[in-house]
């Protein structure tokens, strides 16, 4: 019901533009939020949407460089990523919440309910 693409291999300075189209009684879901996941590490919070006030949460790492949007119309929501390091690479995962999820909550993905398969982004130096 979550279905993330457009990872890839790219250099660093490079951009990507993820996907994630939601299918399902998901597909409006009021919270919607990208993760990911390096090698040995924890999954961490990247970007995220409140879809009731179209408010944007970023976690500071990529604050500037990445930019999350959401088009009801094809319950897809995206994460263009600008001037990608190395650092960025990670497994991308998009997840949602049933509910608006205030700021706060949006940086712990043990509060998101529903999980896409991961994309991988890999960036070269």
């Known amino acids: 019901q979550l279905q993330a693409s457009g990872g890839g291999l790219v250099q660093a300075g490079d951009s990507l533009r993820l996907s994630c189209a939601a299918s399902g009684r998901i597909a409006d879901s009021p919270s919607m939020g990208w993760f990911r996941q390096a090698p040995g590490k924890e999954r961490e919070f990247v970007a995220g949407?409140?879809?009731?006030?179209?408010?944007?949460f970023y976690t500071t790492a990529v604050k500037g460089r990445f930019a999350v949007s959401r088009d009801k119309a094809q319950n897809t929501m995206y994460l263009q990523m600008n001037n990608l390091k190395p650092e960025d690479t990670a497994v991308y995962y998009c997840?949602?919440?049933?509910?608006?999820?205030?700021?706060?909550?949006?940086?712990?993905?043990?509060?998101?309910?529903?999980w896409g398969q991961g994309t991988l982004v890999t960036v070269s130096s």
């Open positions: 949407i409140r879809w009731a006030d179209n408010n944007k």
């Open positions: 997840a949602t919440y049933g509910r608006p999820l205030n700021s706060g909550s949006f940086y712990n993905p043990s509060v998101f309910e529903y």
